[in-house]
């Protein structure tokens, strides 16, 4: 469990296509075997400590011929952003993929003293 010293909570939310592949025939698309994107996301504003991040599909469009494999991730989280990698393996064909993502966190305190 994740606690807040702070009485300042920040919460962001936003939304990402991450790929499009079916339009110019990209990897996600056309390719075989292990394939992975990755986006940075960035925050309005710097957390005082790291947020914990959720990220979800909120539009997917896989190939009906093929097993639909995916991996959705929030990686490399710090107080100005995160990174969000979507993973997919074999025969897999996914035509676009969006995601939405919230951050909840300690934002800081004006009243506090930043001594480093």
Known sequence: ??????????????????????????????GNGARARRDRVR???PFARRPAVQVSVTLWDFDQGTNARADLAAERVTEE???????TWADTRVARIRV?????????????????
Do not use: H
Not at 1 to 30: A, C, H, N
Not at 81 to 87: A, L, Y
């Open 43 to 45: 925050f309005s504003r």
């Open 100 to 116: 939405g993502w919230i951050a909840l966190g300690q934002m800081p305190n004006p009243d506090d003293w930043n001594l480093y």
């Open 1 to 30: 469990m994740k606690t807040f010293e702070s009485r300042l909570l920040g919460i962001e939310q936003g939304e990402v296509t991450l790929f499009s592949d079916y339009e110019d025939g990209g990897p996600m698309w056309t």
């Open 81 to 87: 952003g995160f990174e969000i990698v979507f993973r």
